[in-house]
């Protein structure tokens, strides 16, 4: 029998506190109110099923264990006002097999929406995160196991000057993503200049101004379970991902990290060793890493940007787990993120420049590195997202 696409729900509404650079912003607090909610029901397609949600865009998909979860942009007004000027979010966990809702959550308000508000009433991360497509992807993050789901509430003052970055409070809300259920509520203070989540704890990484440097603060929040205190410790680098019990930071902030060293650090603040030669961290939990460390940095700093792309491009990458050391080895593959039936994945594509055109057909695909550490050649099962949907799909890899 299949499941209802009609789920009990949880609206987390954050309340007038949370509704963002206001004059005379009352103290922070959160209100959890119960509520029940309904998903339309999946339709049956050619590759499996298509979702679509009510809501107004699909922002992102992440992969978990339990399943795919989708996050959805969705309007929320500001207390007192009927007119939309932040932007609710809403979680909704599906069944992998059919495309029915396993649980729903809305939460509001998550972040700003740039049609709604002026650069002027922005808190500081606000500016921090932008008001882009991928703002809610930004404010969201998932546990190294898969097992938990954080967002970051909207920001509020606890003084007069919105650009005082020590006065800017939000609320953390961390879920379980197989139940949906709420396991942690946490304020902090500050910008959050990183958020990740290893197997057992929320770590937050916060500063005083727009960069870790200097004032960067990291703080570890065990999940109920775990039976240990919070701690903390300084870090000026950039918080950029988790393993199960390990943090990787970089020393700059961005999606494609050119070439960079990787620092890793126990949950004491220890640090455990560094990995060289860094392009970026797969959501997988891969990293990405260039066989000649040297070389790919030097094309960077030697050769002129009109001639370095391609270059670049045709250094030889490895994939590391970063917990155990293996390796797999991928060339000059082009990598792309995934979500799979039951965790993230990544896609990988022979590409081919001929003239101004670039074509590239997929030729082998790989799970996370607890899956283990071989390319794959069959058919790739994942899920799709377009605007209001997202939908299982099914892509043959072309033979060599």
């Known amino acids: 029998m299949r499941c209802r696409a009609r ?47 009510d809501a107004d865009r699909v922002n992102v998909i992440l992969g978990t264990p339990s399943g795919p979860v989708a996050l959805a942009g969705v309007d929320a007004p500001d207390a007192g006002s009927t007119r939309p000027s932040r932007t609710g979010l809403l979680a909704v966990g599906v069944a992998p097999t059919d495309g029915t809702t396993r649980w729903a959550r809305s939460l509001a308000p998550v972040t700003v929406t740039k049609k709604r508000r002026t650069l002027e009433t922005w808190c500081p991360q606000d500016k921090f995160t932008g008001a882009d497509d991928r703002a809610l992807e930004k404010t969201a993050t998932i546990s190294a196991d898969g097992g938990h789901l954080a967002f970051l509430g909207a920001p509020v003052m606890v003084g007069d000057d919105p650009t005082a970055v020590a006065d800017q409070r939000l609320t953390i809300v961390v879920l379980d993503t197989a139940t949906g259920e709420q396991v942690l509520t946490q304020e902090v203070a500050g910008l959050v200049t990183g958020m990740v989540m290893t197997r057992d704890a929320l770590v937050v990484q916060t500063a005083t101004n727009y960069f870790p440097a200097g004032t960067g603060k990291v703080t570890v929040y065990p999940l109920p379970n775990a039976q240990t205190s919070a ?37 004491d603040g220890r640090e455990r060793g560094s990995i ?125």
């Not at 506190?17 to 912003?25: H, I, K, M, Q, R």
């Not at 300084?234 to 990290?257: E, G, I, K, N, V």
């Not at 250094?315 to 970063?322: C, E, G, S, T, V």
């Open 231 to 267: 701690t903390s410790f300084r870090a000026d680098q950039w918080l950029a991902a988790a393993t199960t019990d390990t943090l990787l930071f970089t020393p700059r902030l961005s999606d494609d990290y050119g070439v960079q060293t990787v620092l890793k650090v126990g949950l």
């Open 276 to 400: 060289p030669g860094v392009n970026r961290i797969r959501r997988s939990g891969w990293v990405e890493q260039f066989v000649d460390p040297d070389a790919a940095a030097a094309i960077l700093a030697n050769v002129p940007s009109d001639r370095s792309s391609d270059l670049f491009d045709a250094q030889p990458r490895r994939l590391l787990n970063p917990d155990t050391g293996e390796t797999v080895e991928i060339g000059t593959l082009w990598g792309m993120d995934v979500v799979l039936p039951a965790g993230f994945g990544m896609l990988l594509k022979r590409c081919v420049t001929k003239g101004s055109e670039t074509t590239c057909q997929p030729v082998s695909w790989i799970g996370s590195p607890s899956d283990g550490a071989t390319l794959r050649t069959d058919n790739l099962t994942h899920i799709e997202k377009g605007r209001k949907k997202l939908y299982l799909s099914t892509l043959p890899m072309t033979k060599p």
């Open 7 to 53: 789920a009990a729900a949880l609206a987390f509404a954050l309340v007038a506190s949370l509704t963002g650079c206001v004059d005379e912003a009352p103290a922070p607090s959160t209100e959890v109110t119960v509520l029940e909610t309904t998903q339309p029901e999946p339709r049956t397609t050619a590759t499996g099923w298509q979702l679509a949600l």
